[in-house]
């Protein structure tokens, strides 16, 4: 939870540290698979993925701090995050929120157009 005290500047430094984290995570990610699947090296898609990890890392801390999760909790969450990169990510903070929210899949959406 965000502490109603903290001053304003560190809660955005906060977030900021937590983006730049994911986002240097997801580059990282995303060269360690090329390397591994022995493709290229895309920097346009290491840009990409480092965006979409600072984004996906942001929603990851932001739910840790909805639900009271220490700091730790919250890097390690965000790391990972960040390094499985945004399109795997969200994939789980989709069913984490949906959960939240009362919401279920309906069997119409899991078939492929």
Do not use: H, N
């Not at 809660?11 to 060269?31: D, E, K, N, P, Q």
């Not at 919250?74 to 390094?83: E, H, P, R």
């Not at 984490?96 to 157009?113: A, F, H, M, Y």
């Amino acid at each position: 939870m965000i502490d109603p005290s903290e001053q304003q500047w560190a809660v955005w430094l906060r977030g900021l540290c937590y983006a730049t984290f994911a986002a240097a995570a997801g580059a990282l990610g995303y060269i360690f698979r090329s390397m591994d699947a022995g493709v290229p090296i895309s920097i346009g898609r290491a840009i990409a993925e480092m965006f979409g990890a600072a984004l996906v890392g942001l929603f990851a801390m932001w739910i840790c701090q909805a639900t009271g999760i220490s700091q730790q909790w919250t890097a390690v969450t965000v790391g990972i995050s960040g390094w499985l990169g945004a399109t795997a990510s969200i994939q789980v903070l989709q069913r984490l929120v949906w959960s939240k929210l009362g919401l279920t899949r309906s069997q119409d959406d899991e078939r492929s157009p």
